[in-house]
């Protein structure tokens, strides 16, 4: 993979904070960067939501996540298909 040069300006506390992880953990400042942003965004990809469900976002008022509100969809779906007893 190419490298490329980022330049990063930081508050002077920030930059020690990062100096003594790099030291603690063994890694160069550029790994823990890096592995911060690769984390970053696998959990954007974990939290993808459909193009059909972003434009409901804030419609809602509701404690519930996009998870829990689908589940309750795809359930009451479901029951169509359930054979009555």
């Known amino acids: 993979m190419t490298k ?15 100096k003594k992880i790099a030291k603690l953990s063994g890694k160069p400042i550029s790994t823990l960067v890096k592995e911060y942003f690769t984390d ?5 990809e974990q939290t993808y939501i459909e193009e059909s469900v972003k434009e409901w976002i804030g419609v809602l008022n509701t404690s519930k996540n996009y998870e829990e509100l689908r589940e309750e969809i795809v359930a009451e779906k479901l029951k169509k298909y359930e054979v009555i007893s």
């Open 4 to 18: 490329t040069k980022l330049t990063l300006y930081v508050d002077k506390e920030i930059s020690e904070i990062a």
């Open 40 to 44: 970053k965004a696998k959990q954007i």
